[in-house]
Each structure stands twice: as C-alpha cells, then as structure tokens.
C-alpha cells in the first residue's frame, strides 16, 4: 500500500487503519548519525541515533482513532535488513509540527556550514505534507526524510536489532492526549 496517498484519506478513512509497516521513502544516511525529530528544530532539540552507516527504508504504521488515521509509529530500517525486533529504549524526541524527520546529521552540519538562518528559511519554505523525500540546496544538497503524524507530540525511540546488531530505530509516538479526546468521543455516544 501507498502510504503517501493513505495520509491523503486521513480525515476520511475508507475503512481501518492497515496494520502492517507502510515505506515511505528511502534516505542515505553515509555518516551512522541519525537525526530523529521535528526538521524545524536544532539539532541539539532532538535526538541523535546512532547507527550503522547505510540506506534506510522510512516506514510507518498507522492507527486508527477518533475516526480518523493517525501515524502510531514510524521507524528508519537498514536496507537488507528484514523482520527487525524491538530492542530497549535509546532516547525521547518530539514534534511541533506534526511531522517526524530523520535526516544524516554528519551531512546536515555540512550542507548548513553554520548558516541556521538560512536553513530555517529554505525549511520553512518546503512542505511537509504526507511523506517524502524533502531536499534543499544549501552550501551542500541536504535530504530530509519525514512523515506527517497528524499530531504534536512527544516520542519514545528504540533502537531495532537482527540478532546481536543494531539496524534502525523505532519512534513511537505519544498518544495520550489524543486517547484523551477519544474517550471524550467514547462518552459522547
């Protein structure tokens, strides 16, 4: 399934959320440092994974609530790497805008070369609508994975494993002020 167009039926689901992990997009993240949140912050707001050097597949699940779809869970999985396990939890990030990012810090301090101004003004000036791939032409071209969550929030990040090694990262998403406006629907009925 397209994950793109399902964020597209978000307010009007056609049915239940699917439960299996959706690809978003593909980012190369040569540096092993993975930047894991809001792309309006500083990386110093966010958290910093890191993780094998590598191509990772961005993918997400979604689930349902409140009659409308929302993205539960987003993760970045090595490419080769197939039926990750959940592995312990590795840090806390967050959104304001409610839109997960993920971006190769290593290449990210590169392409900005100090200049936070202007990369807060080419950022602001993209959408982050649905999922992608978002670049900006900086001193360097820089690529921003992302998807949208429907929601602000805070988030949990696990690392992921095949056996002894670490391929990816988890992000799962706070819902407890939106399970907060479910119940409010739940009574309402």
Do not use: H
């Amino acid at each position: 399934m397209d994950l793109a167009k399902l964020l597209k039926k978000r307010d009007k689901p056609p049915g239940p959320a699917p439960e299996e992990w959706l690809i978003a997009t593909k980012l190369p993240v040569p540096s092993g440092s993975l930047f894991i949140g809001d792309p309006f912050y500083d990386p110093d707001d966010a958290y910093v994974a890191t993780i094998p050097p590598g191509t990772y597949r961005i993918e997400a699940r979604l689930r349902d609530l409140g009659k409308e779809w929302y993205t539960s869970q987003v993760r970045a999985v090595l490419e080769g790497s197939e039926q990750p396990k959940l592995g312990k939890q590795i840090g806390e990030t967050c959104t304001d805008l409610a839109v997960m990012a993920f971006y190769d810090l290593k290449a990210a301090e590169e392409a900005i070369a100090g200049d936070n101004d202007l990369y807060m003004d080419r950022v602001t000036k993209k959408s982050f609508s649905g999922c992608g791939l978002v670049q900006l032409k900086l001193t360097k071209p820089m690529s921003i994975a992302y998807v949208e969550t429907g929601f602000d929030c805070g988030a949990l990040v696990y690392e992921l494993r095949s056996g002894r090694n670490c391929v990816g990262v988890q992000v799962d998403l706070d819902f407890a002020e939106l399970a907060f406006l479910e119940d409010e629907e739940q009574d309402d009925a």
